[in-house]
Nanobody
Framework: QVQLVESGGGLVQAGGSLRLSCAAS????????MGWYRQAPGKQRELVAA???????NYADSVKGRFTISRDNAKNTVYLQMNSLKPEDTAVYYC???????????????WGQGTQVTISS
């Protein structure tokens, strides 16, 4: 199994920045695509950004130009740099990773516990 631990959430004013981090730990695994999702109260969880092991990225239209996803494969860590934050970015942000255990072919998915991001107007 792979465990994901997020950090970096908090409370900032609109227009500010935050950087989220998510580190994967475990043994004998290979990480594939990693991503960030968010869920605001009363809304469905939505994809914010994703990045493949090769570095290809995908963003929700609502965050394009403001958020940047990156990863450090040596550290099995994914980051989300969030700039020009808006009150509507307020949500619990979850890290997600697809992985394969060594000597297996089944792709598994792991989720972090979530970190609260609150943007005040």
């Amino acid at each position: 199994q792979v465990q994901l631990v997020e950090s970096g959430g908090g409370l900032v004013q609109a227009g500010g920045s935050l950087r989220l981090s998510c580190a994967a730990s475990g043994s004998s695994f290979s990480i594939g695509t990693m991503g960030w999702y968010r869920q605001a109260p009363g809304k469905q969880r939505e994809l914010v950004a994703a990045i493949t092991s090769g570095g290809s990225t995908n963003y929700a239209d609502s965050v394009k130009g403001r958020f940047t996803i990156s990863r450090d494969n040596a550290k099995n860590t994914v980051y989300l740099q969030m700039n020009s934050l808006k009150p509507e970015d307020t949500a619990v942000y979850y890290c997600n990773a697809d992985y394969v255990l060594t000597w297996q072919i089944r792709v598994r998915t792991s989720w972090g516990q979530g970190t609260q991001v609150t943007i005040s107007s």
